[in-house]
């Protein structure tokens, strides 16, 4: 039995206290500032107000006032905010979290830097610690999971990655279970590249649907030739992306296409995605999806835009990034959907 | 303007009529001897039995007694026979085929040898031209492209392999449009064992469709996270299959990713994979499809046993390809669906 201090209860991190719990671990649940009345259902019902299930009994609930009593003696903490939640994470809490006892975040983005590198939210947050003179131990999850079907116990498979293989281990003796399957790396900087960059190209993977509908009609079948080419498109620019990453490992990339597998599937990136293809201006699909946050199309800004400036330095050719680059001068430029598939063929001989 | 001859009236053959009518070129369309009925009502009606639209005008219809006349001056013959009938098109096809003109095929497939060797269909065909001393290039279509999506005009990349270049450039010229692009390759064995491969494992990524209909409810909605998780292991145990071919390449993989992405959601295999993930045994399963092929079947037991005499004589680690053994001992010994989730999980540091 350990004790685990989740904090955030947003869908990810509320999801990951089942299998926490169900292992028989001392879990606690803490909201964020946003997460108040999230926190005041969970007490009242006992469940997620996103969920349709019941958490396994015996979580604790804390708003963020009570975080100090929700930190008491943790073994490990989960950090699951939202990527709008990095800032607030790395300045009001790192501060405040016991020495030495690690961080594992399912947080997913890259922030870019104004000389063009793609930093990870680790990296931010390492700084932070650096500068506090505190010692973490940080971690992150990566891979396919979406919340609500890992509450479902649907088979799910991820990667925990962090530097030190004892710590990982130790996460995963508490984390893992019969539905819960866990591989473990100390390469941070490629899992946690993989799986954000998936977010844009999920995107670029969903326009070929709201495509077809144009084409085809709102009722017709959906067709998978174009999708199928531009995921392989996308696994193809992504590896490119995670050399430049100094991140290049097939492992990586396999988490990455298994997470924008599941990505093209689920939820707001896949309905922007669509909205788009259709024909809608990416200002009317954000007003379609008002107030729902749109992760991927963050990262895939951020992307684009380290891109051009290593383009500027010699240290990458646009020409191998045709899918990214398209999906950003439609959400940055506003500019139709008009996918260049020519542009993904070669020849090799 | 070329002259086209496809041989083989099934649906992938009749498909690519499509494009290459439609860029003008002469295209003959020669049934099998078991496409009689198809020949007949392609002449009767303008249209494939299978497909709810018209082949362009102006394609001349064959039957195979009229093979001598469809060739008449053909720049190149594409072979669209399913991998039923790989012996039929070369013990009585490739000795009456005009020598020099290419032939390019849309059959996936690989066959194994008693020695643990997986050959291509292009390997086959090119023993038996060595046997008849007739030089006839051999070249291959690969990649994620099903036909009546082809026909409807979803946009569709594909790679054409061959060990000429400028012969494959030459039948590109003709295939080519707005909606069919095509990457050129001179790794044959690369691109035919990646589309193959993938037969077998999107078996193993429809089971978990059907598990989840056990488990959650015929009506359940469909679960993302177990099917990442398979389509991921499957991309790694395709690389291990692209190595142990001396085949490995990012781009063949990705290849084989994406055409694996697109047979999960299409016809008959994913309809095993999810009647098996029921609890159907194998023998029921087969009932249900009474008459229809299963190329996944084949595909997924001829690797299986390859890799066993591989692994005999230390060539190959069974330990890296848990799914496909569980696959065939699914297909091939009648076992229950029971997926090893546990060993596709593993430590990288």
């Known amino acids: 039995m350990q004790t685990i201090t989740i904090i955030g209860a947003g869908m ?36 997620h107000p996103k969920f349709n299930k019941d ?19 943790a073994d490990f903490i989960i950090c699951g905010v939202s990527s709008f939640g990095v800032d607030w994470f790395r300045d009001e809490i790192l501060p405040v979290l016991p020495e030495k006892v690690p961080v594992i975040s399912v947080t997913k983005g890259l922030m870019d830097t104004p000389d063009g590198r793609l930093l990870t939210y680790p990296d931010l947050w390492q700084a932070k610690l650096d500068e506090l003179g505190k010692h973490i131990p940080l971690c992150a999850i990566g891979g ?3 919340s609500y079907e890992l509450v479902a116990h649907d088979q799910t498979e991820v990667s925990f990655c962090g530097k030190d293989m ?6 995963k003796a508490a984390m893992a279970t019969d539905y819960y399957h866990i591989s473990l790396t100390t390469d941070v900087v490629g899992v946690e590249s993989a799986v954000a960059l998936k977010n844009g190209f999920a995107l670029g993977i969903a326009l070929t649907i709201g495509l077809n509908q144009k084409a085809f009609g709102m009722d017709s079948e959906l067709h998978y030739n174009s999708q199928a080419a531009a995921f392989a498109e996308a696994v193809r620019e992504m590896r490119k992306l995670l050399i430049l990453q100094g991140a290049e490992d097939f492992n990586n990339l396999v988490l990455g296409a298994g997470d924008l597998y599941v990505t093209v599937y689920g939820g707001r990136t896949r309905l922007v995605g669509i909205l788009l293809g259709r024909g809608l201006t990416i200002d009317e699909a954000k007003q379609e999806l008002a107030g729902v946050t749109l992760e991927s199309l963050v990262v895939a800004g951020r992307v684009a835009r380290a891109l051009r400036i290593k383009a500027q330095r010699g240290e990458a050719d646009l020409k191998d990034y045709p899918l990214l680059l398209h999906i950003d001068e439609i959400i940055t430029d506003g500019k139709p959907v008009n996918i260049p598939w020519e542009a993904f063929t070669f020849e090799q001989a």
């Not at 396994?56 to 003696?73: D, F, H, K, V």
């Open 166 to 171: 004892d710590v990982l281990r130790r996460i």
């Open 144 to 146: 396919p999971c979406t």
């Open 55 to 73: 958490f396994p009994a015996g979580i604790g609930y804390y708003q963020i006032e009570e975080l100090e009593t929700a930190l008491r003696c």
């Open 12 to 47: 990810m991190g509320s999801a990951l206290a089942f299998p926490a719990r169900e292992n028989g671990n001392d879990v606690r649940l803490v909201g964020t500032p946003l997460d108040r009345e999230i926190i005041e259902t969970c007490r009242e019902t006992g469940r």
